[in-house]
């Protein structure tokens, strides 16, 4: 059994619901994405299913069998809306293997020119961006579905 992060309240079925303020990008029957608050290249989003399911170990074939079509979606948007030249996708498991949010979510980021390859993310060297500009960004790459 691995060990997720404990929470007092989900921060995503918070954004889902509708509960906090997020920039969604998408929301379908099964799967939802949204900017990252901490926008570490520009683009950055969680892809994450609509209901809560914490990590990979408990996601079922039907929502297993829509996230990578719907990265691949939004892979897309992201390279046509920004002009991205490489994209980043990971998905952390577990306490011990980075996950910081215990609601399964795939990271989708976008890599340009003047991105450094090997540079690992962590979230807290970044600020996070004003929603305002978030939800701008979100309503830039969707043009681009």
């Not at 989003?45 to 990979?56: A, D, F, I, K, T």
């Not at 390859?117 to 996070?128: I, K, L, N, T, Y």
């Amino acid at each position: 059994m691995i060990e997720t992060p404990s929470h007092d309240t989900c921060p995503f079925c918070e954004y889902l619901s509708g509960a906090a303020r997020c920039a969604f990008v998408t929301r379908g029957p099964l799967l939802s994405s949204f900017l990252n608050r901490a926008q570490f290249e520009r683009g950055a989003l969680l892809l994450v299913p609509n209901r809560h399911v914490e990590s990979l170990l408990e996601l079922d074939d039907t929502l297993m069998g829509a996230i990578y079509p719907e990265a691949r979606r939004l892979a897309h948007a992201l390279i046509r809306a920004l002009g991205a030249v490489g994209l980043n996708m990971f998905q952390n498991n577990g306490v011990r293997a980075g996950q910081t949010v215990s609601h399964f979510h795939v990271h989708l980021v976008p890599r340009y020119a003047s991105s450094v390859p090997w540079r690992r993310f962590h979230e807290s060297e970044f600020p996070h961006t004003p929603i305002d500009e978030l939800e701008a960004l979100a309503a830039e790459i969707r043009g681009a579905l």
